[in-house]
């Protein structure tokens, strides 16, 4: 499984809840809430969570980026914003869900993801 995931929010509210699912999957969490602390947290990491809907960075460079350096990205935005989804995933992103999923079962979706990624990285 992955060991550490890097978190891009802005909303600290929400950085928190997804660390938090992070660490109930078993994973450690790498929380950046601007681009040079994304950067940062992507030195360790083997995988991401970015959340689509800051203005403090922007969230399909932050997925190019952390798929240039070969770390999984899980995006996570509004429900009805399907542009916004569509773009995150010609940028990148292993897969774009709404909120309310990671609110409703935040852990056991992560760690599906991780266990997922950790495959894909072994079988490459």
């Given amino acids: 499984m992955t060991d550490r995931v890097a978190i891009l929010a ?3 509210i929400w950085q928190d809840r997804l660390a938090r699912s992070v660490e109930a999957a078993g994973a450690e969490p790498k929380r950046a ?3 040079p602390e994304f950067d940062r947290a992507l030195e360790c990491a083997q995988a991401a969570i970015i959340d689509l809907t800051a203005r403090s960075y922007d ?3 932050a997925i190019e980026r ?3 350096r070969g770390v999984h990205v899980l995006a996570v935005g ?3 914003d399907l542009e916004l989804r ?3 995933l010609a940028r990148g992103a292993d897969r774009v869900l709404a909120y309310r ?3 409703d079962d935040g852990p056991a979706t992560i760690k599906a ?3 997922r990624v950790a495959t894909v990285t072994v079988a490459s």
């Fill in 66 to 68: 952390a798929v240039q």
């Fill in 101 to 103: 999923k990671l609110a």
């Fill in 59 to 61: 969230p399909l460079v």
């Fill in 33 to 35: 809430k601007t681009a």
């Fill in 10 to 12: 802005q909303d600290l």
């Fill in 86 to 88: 569509k773009r995150a």
């Fill in 113 to 115: 993801w991780m266990e």
């Fill in 78 to 80: 509004q429900h009805d």
